[in-house]
């Protein structure tokens, strides 16, 4: 649990790249601190944050699902890549398919075709 401000705690972990401090505020009930997390985890970038957001492409949140696809692509990994391929064939959510899309075109530019 977090006491004072929970964006201030976010902004610290991300600073010091602890994602482990960062991973189980995705399951808070709270939305906004949901989507920080999930910004935070984009930043911080290390394996256990590209584990952390896969499921939560098939959240049933689309803004949820959508900040995941932003958070992938600032991560410009190929495994989040080809996740994310695979999540077009089955996202339904324009927005969400827009963000997939862009980071997909952003890791691409960064590191090329998934071979």
Partial sequence: MLFGNAA????????????QKVIPLLE?????????AIEALGKIADDHCV???IPLLSDSDPEIRKQTAISMGDMKKDV?????????????D????DAI?????R?????????
């Fill in 94 to 97: 324009h927005d969400v398919l």
């Fill in 101 to 105: 899309h862009d980071a997909i075109m």
């Fill in 51 to 53: 584990h952390a957001l």
């Fill in 28 to 36: 808070t009930k709270n939305k906004e601190t949901r989507l920080r």
């Fill in 107 to 115: 890791i691409t530019k960064e590191v090329g075709l998934v071979k």
């Fill in 8 to 19: 201030d705690k976010i902004d610290g972990f991300v600073a010091k790249g602890k994602s």
């Fill in 80 to 92: 989040c890549k080809t996740h994310l391929q695979n999540r077009v064939q089955i996202e339904k």
